[in-house]
């Protein structure tokens, strides 16, 4: 299992990496005591990528992104986004983060929740409005913008939460469970407008899931995680083609690296916890 690791991390050198961890741990002190969120990470994602995170509750996934975010700080070990600091990274802005609720103002119609962080930024109404178009359409939402998020199904709102993480154009996208709370038909929907919208704008995104069908229909890899302490168990390299209908979930191909991530999964699960 770490040789796929150490493999992923040896190709890095001449790909681009656009996260690079090493050694990285995180411990939380807490009134129970220390609480090992994440232990010896070593991993890099390049350019392009599609990254699932995937492991039972506790392993550290929501934690990870939170590290590239810059919204924790680790406590071993290095990580660098685009060869910055998170610090550094999140002042150029170089990530969009979509959380698993779609966090959207009520009182502000979808166009000025989409455009929220461009105001804070400072950008000109006209390029505001130009990026407010170009989102909105890729997330399929043109002719919505004045609609207020509570008359938006809830598909919709996560879509307009993509659309203002996509608004910052920002070649990183980190995505927390974004269709967690959201039914299998629309999950399924979604699932297929992002990989289209990954494909159109070549960007890297880093996503955590807890579905094995989700993380298998999306990834160019997979990163099996396993808890106390938080730390990697497999990293799993798609061998599925860059285009995929929804019933390639179907193929002899697409089993064969659920069972793999379901074996990851189960081998990482203590039962005595
Ligand atoms: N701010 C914090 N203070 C103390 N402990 C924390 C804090 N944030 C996370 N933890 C602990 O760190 C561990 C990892 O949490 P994290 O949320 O990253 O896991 P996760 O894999 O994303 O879980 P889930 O699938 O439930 O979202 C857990 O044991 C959690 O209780």
């Known amino acids: 299992m770490l040789m796929t690791v150490n493999q992923a991390t040896a ?11 090493r050694q990285l741990g995180l411990t939380f002190q807490t ?9 010896d990470v070593n991993l890099t994602i390049n350019k392009g990528e599609f990254v699932s995170f995937i492991g039972p509750s ?18 071993e070990g290095t990580i660098s986004i685009n060869g910055m ?10 990530y969009g983060y979509v959380f698993q609720a779609a966090a959207l103002f009520p009182w502000r119609t979808i166009e000025n929740n989409v455009g929220l962080p461009l105001e804070i930024i400072g950008l000109s109404k006209a390029e505001q409005q130009a990026r407010i178009k170009r989102t909105m359409d890729l997330v399929n939402l043109t002719g919505f913008e004045k609609k ?7 598909g919709m709102q996560q879509r307009a939460s993509i659309a203002r993480a996509l608004a910052f154009d920002a070649d990183l996208l ?7 709370a959201l039914d299998e038909i629309v999950r399924d929907h979604l699932n297929e407008q992002l990989l289209r919208l990954w494909r159109q704008t070549n960007k890297t995104i880093c996503f955590v899931t807890h579905s094995i069908p989700e993380a298998v229909y999306l990834s160019t890899r997979i990163v099996v995680m396993s808890p106390r302490p938080g730390r990697v168990t497999d990293v799993i390299e798609s061998t599925l083609p860059a285009e995929r209908p929804l019933d390639i979930r179907e193929s ?3 089993l064969a690296i659920a069972a793999r991530v379901r074996d990851g999964l189960r081998a990482g699960h203590s039962y005595e916890d």
């Not at 009134?31 to 232990?39: H, I, K, T």
């Not at 600091?85 to 170089?94: G, K, S, Y």
């Open 58 to 75: 506790g392993c550290g996934k929501t934690t990870f992104l939170r590290v590239i975010a810059d919204l924790e700080q680790p406590t």
């Open 31 to 39: 009134n129970d005591g220390p609480v090992r969120a994440l232990s």
């Open 11 to 21: 190709t890095s050198v001449e790909r681009n990496a656009v996260v690079e961890a």
């Open 85 to 94: 600091t998170p610090e550094q990274a999140r002042q150029a802005r170089a």
């Open 252 to 254: 002899p191909e697409f």
């Open 174 to 180: 980190l995505m927390d469970e974004p269709f967690g």
């Open 148 to 154: 207020y998020p509570w008359q938006l199904s809830g």
